[in-house]
């Protein structure tokens, strides 16, 4: 079966300011297809943020454009409304009400959806389930943990059935373990959801748990790398251990190391 395009960008460029103009995307053209998971990694400032909030009609772009299911954003009449029920965000910060429970907030995006308070509920319950939240669900933000709140913001980022969600640095908060969690869940959902997950992170490791990578420099994509295999995210995370980074700068390494140096060079370089 031919794979389905959800996303596409054709010549995406944001330029920013009037009288110093800084070109934080320039022309990235990029196709994401239905039930990926993509990791968007690059530098502090190379334009992740900007690319995820053009895709998520979050901002307009200078030139070029964002095609959502096919639909091209310029053409969209009601954009919120096209927002929020096609696109899930999550933040590094939650960004949960602080006043209302758990429930209450995976509820707030189904507003729009007309639906009875009944049924609001049920699924907000439902969603909480899914993310292994049942027991919380009356708890405030300020009683649950970083991961649990962090989850409460997935179930809300789940709840108008979007064909895709975006995630700015979603554990970027988070320790390690409750990181791992985090990505496990966002691969079960795409699993038995086949939801279509853009994530930006500076994390190798949450970036090896995804099937492609791409490298953003200076507002451009710099390299994309679909993970093929057990090998590739395991040199993906080879490559930013101080091993992976002494054999790539061509430091001196010990002599057990130095013969085998220029072929691992040669393979971190590949991804
Ligand atoms: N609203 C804005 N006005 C002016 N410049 C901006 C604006 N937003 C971003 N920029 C600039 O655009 C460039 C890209 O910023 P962006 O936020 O996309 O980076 P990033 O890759 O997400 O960085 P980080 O990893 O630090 O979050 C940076 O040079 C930034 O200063
Ligand atoms: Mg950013």
Request: aromatic share 2%; hydrophobic share 45%.
């Amino acid at each position: 079966m031919p794979e389905r395009i959800v996303l596409e960008t054709r010549g995406l460029t944001r330029v920013f300011g009037d009288r110093v103009l800084v070109r934080a995307l320039d022309g990235v053209d990029l196709q994401v297809a239905a039930g990926e998971i993509l990791a968007i990694i690059g530098p502090s400032g190379s334009g992740k943020s900007t690319l995820l909030n053009l895709i998520g009609a979050l901002d307009t772009p200078s030139s070029g454009e964002v095609i959502i299911d096919g639909t091209p954003l310029t053409k969209v009449r009601n954009i919120d409304r096209f927002r929020g029920r096609t696109i899930g965000f999550v933040f590094q910060s939650h960004n949960l009400l602080p006043t209302l429970t758990a429930r209450e907030n995976v509820e707030v995006p189904m507003y729009e959806l007309r639906l009875s308070g009944r049924a609001r509920r049920a699924r907000a319950v439902e969603l909480l389930d899914l993310v292994g939240l049942t027991k919380r669900a009356d708890h405030l933000p300020s009683q649950m943990s970083g991961g649990e709140r962090q989850r409460v913001a997935i179930a809300r980022a789940l709840a108008n059935e979007p064909a895709i969600v975006l995630a700015d640095e979603p554990t970027g908060n988070l320790d390690s373990a409750t990181t791992a969690d985090i990505m496990a869940l966002f691969a079960r959902l795409n699993h038995e959801r086949g939801l279509t997950i853009v994530l930006v992170t500076h994390n190798t490791e949450v970036a090896a748990a995804a099937q492609r990578v791409i490298t953003i420099r200076d507002g451009k994509i710099q390299r994309d790398v679909t993970m093929g295999s057990e090998i590739e995210r395991e040199l993906l995370l080879f490559k930013s251990s101080v091993l992976g980074q002494a054999i790539l700068r061509g430091d001196t390494l010990p002599p057990e190391i130095a013969a085998a140096a220029p072929a691992l060079q040669h393979l971190l370089e590949q991804v």
